[in-house]
């Protein structure tokens, strides 16, 4: 299937920094797209992949569950780390999650971690439900462009398929249990208003992991997707102040690391 205009993925060369963005859960890479391009216009090499299943149509991710949504962005980190000195992982809801697993199992090949209203738990009846459910109803109502800023839209499903649903389930529960594990530094944006993940899984993040180097803010003017909410461009700055106050290679020139002369190649989108 052809993917839907604006939700291709983005790659672009840059320095010995990399920084790898995940989306969240029936959104895309358009959700990101300013944050990737702001982090690549300051040096850094980027990767923003398509998760499989997104993008395209909602029968397409009923086929998917989280081992092929995380499989593509362990693929993406370890390219990264390949090309890179220091790699950090940033992400956006269930993207913020997949980011945090990425943390916990790779270790020191992880430098830091930005997470913007990351997901932790299905919450409600609609947790108890979806084992059986999913198999009754194929979809419910869409969960894109919860944002405050009137015109600002996401390009996502309009439906949610419950057989992927549930999968984001047992992976939330996965991920809660390894969030231990996460030990790097870590900066974490969320919205006090939000209305797909409560303010609670934030806290149940900032509790759970093991990082003694957070910073936590809160986006006052902004719902879920923040990234292209009116607290955009406070994430995008904050998230730049981290990886540069933690990586000492930030703000040379792009190319003078290992990427000789790669500098500027950018695909998708």
Request: with cysteine.
């Amino acid at each position: 299937m052809p993917v839907l205009p604006g939700a291709e993925p983005f790659r672009r060369e840059g320095g010995e920094v990399g920084v790898l963005l995940c989306h969240g859960f029936t959104g895309s890479p358009q959700s990101l797209r300013p944050w990737a391009e702001f982090l690549a216009e300051r040096g850094l090499t980027v990767a923003l992949p398509l998760l499989p299943g997104h993008g395209t149509r909602w029968e397409d991710m009923q086929l998917t569950g989280w081992q092929d949504w995380y499989a593509e962005v362990d693929r993406e980190l370890r390219a990264l780390k390949d090309r890179c000195d220091q790699v950090f992982v940033l992400g956006l809801s269930m993207g913020g999650t997949l980011a945090l697993r990425l943390a916990a199992k790779h270790g020191d090949d992880v430098t830091g971690v930005v997470v913007v209203n990351p997901a932790n738990k299905v919450h409600g009846l609609a947790a108890h439900a979806l084992p059986v459910l999913r198999h009754l109803v194929p979809t419910v109502k869409g969960i894109t462009s919860d944002i405050a800023k009137e015109g600002a839209q996401e390009i996502g499903y309009d439906r949610v398929p419950l057989h992927s649903a549930h999968s984001m389930r047992n992976f939330y529960r996965q991920v809660d249990g390894e969030l231990p594990q996460v030990t790097q530094p870590l900066l974490l944006l969320h919205s006090p208003q939000d209305h797909v993940v409560p303010p609670a899984d934030s806290a149940r993040v900032l509790s759970r992991v093991s990082s003694t180097d957070v910073t936590e803010i809160l986006l006052e003017q902004s719902y879920h997707v923040a990234t292209l909410d009116h607290d955009a461009d406070r994430i995008f700055e904050e998230s730049y102040a981290f990886v540069a106050r933690l990586a000492p290679a930030v703000g040379k020139e792009p190319g003078t690391g290992r990427l000789g002369q790669q500098e500027g190649t950018a695909t998708g989108g």
